[in-house]
């Protein structure tokens, strides 16, 4: 190999970039020790920006076009070289393609419920997820901020922490709404601009911004959820009267032997209770039986005991009454372990239905003393 062409090869004399990923934010070109030509050929295409950095300084951003790396074009790097207008060398800089596009479809959600105080539920738990988008703005802050050496950084990244402050905003904006918990699937919308306005100033500080931001749904706890099926459910039955004669008319009407059966018996009953009405009070009247038994009354409920999990060992049992008075004095906590007869392995107090109103219910400032 001529001595010119091994020269030769230790310059580059085209710098681009080509992303076939959905999820590179930043891509360092790699140099590999060779030295860029002066004049060399810098492509930015649509959606990306360059910076270059030399000994551990962010110097000069472009932005797309198509550039020759001369004196001109790079003024930082040029103060920060020293050159004159007369430099022509090959000179050495890291070169990183930032990804300027918007990455969608990223998710966030609550990992634990937001506590709530709903003017028709009382002290309520709640949820919420879905999805938003990030775009990087400032690609030198971007980097000096999060990336730093990294020669390839993904949206995976960077997610987490933007999702966790999305979670507080997003928790803080729910609680403190008053928004009541049926209507909070009409104001997502609002919720969710809501949360975007009020994470803006801490993700600018990181060279970002968020595009988009949706609320896809806010959950209730299962117990609040059947508690509303069984609401809607009276709601569509309506008058529980016209619903048993309507199910009475449904059954005279019923095909088959069945049906002819019931038919047959309402017929005869309608027509002793018309003779009973034309004997009158001194016709003959038919032979009274006996009336039938009231039914007995229900059983009592059976009262639940309960055992706490302590230090490997089983206390208890314990009536929901002493559990109560437990929570009260200290001895009850939100993560500590129950279990009942008939539960399903132990779980933490505050997920048991029983004993999670336990520790919302709060008693009343004491009265001001006497005298």
Do not use: C
Not at 122 to 144: I, Q
Not at 211 to 240: C, F, H, K, Q
């Amino acid at each position: 190999m001529p001595i010119f062409d091994f020269l030769s090869g230790q310059f580059i004399d085209v710098i681009h970039w080509t992303d076939d990923t959905r999820d590179t934010m930043v891509w360092r070109f790699p140099r590999e020790g060779h030295e860029i030509k002066y004049g060399a050929k810098l492509t930015v295409r649509e959606g990306q920006a360059a910076v270059f950095a030399h000994e551990g300084q962010l110097a000069d951003v472009f932005t797309p076009g198509l550039y020759l790396l001369e004196t001109n074009n790079m003024p930082v790097m040029t103060s920060l070289q020293h050159w004159d207008h007369g430099f022509r060398s090959p000179f050495k800089s890291e070169v990183y393609f930032v990804a300027t596009t918007r990455f969608t479809d990223l998710k966030w959600g609550t990992r634990n419920p937001v506590m709530l105080r709903d003017p028709e539920f009382g002290p309520t738990r709640v949820r919420a997820f879905g999805t938003y988008s990030v775009k990087v703005t400032d690609a030198g802050r971007f980097l000096s901020e999060i990336v730093g050496t990294d020669g390839e950084f993904t949206s995976d990244e960077i997610t987490f922490q933007i999702r966790n402050i999305i979670v507080q905003q997003a928790s803080r904006a729910i609680a403190a709404s008053g928004i009541p918990v049926l209507d909070m699937a009409a104001n997502t919308g609002d919720l969710g601009r809501l949360v975007a306005a009020e994470i803006s100033a801490t993700v600018a500080e990181y060279g970002l911004t968020i595009p988009e931001l949706y609320i896809e749904n806010i959950s209730l706890p299962a117990a609040v959820e059947a508690a509303l099926d069984r609401r809607t459910s009276m709601g569509v039955v309506g008058d529980l009267g016209r619903y048993t004669q309507f199910q009475a008319a449904e059954a005279l009407t019923t095909e088959g032997a069945a049906g002819g059966a019931m038919a047959t018996g309402l017929g005869a009953g309608l027509g002793i209770e018309m003779a009973r009405g034309l004997a009158g009070p001194w016709g003959p009247r038919p032979a009274t039986t006996p009336a039938a038994a009231p039914p007995p009354p229900p059983p009592p409920p059976v009262e639940k005991v309960w055992h706490i999990a302590h230090g490997g060992a089983t206390e208890g049992p314990f009536s929901t009454a002493r559990m109560g008075r437990m929570a009260g004095e200290g001895g009850l906590t939100r993560d500590s372990l129950v279990w009942t007869p008939g539960q399903d392995g132990w779980q933490r107090a505050e997920d048991v239905t029983e004993l999670a109103r336990l520790f919302t219910v709060m008693p009343p400032p004491p009265p001001p003393p006497a005298g």
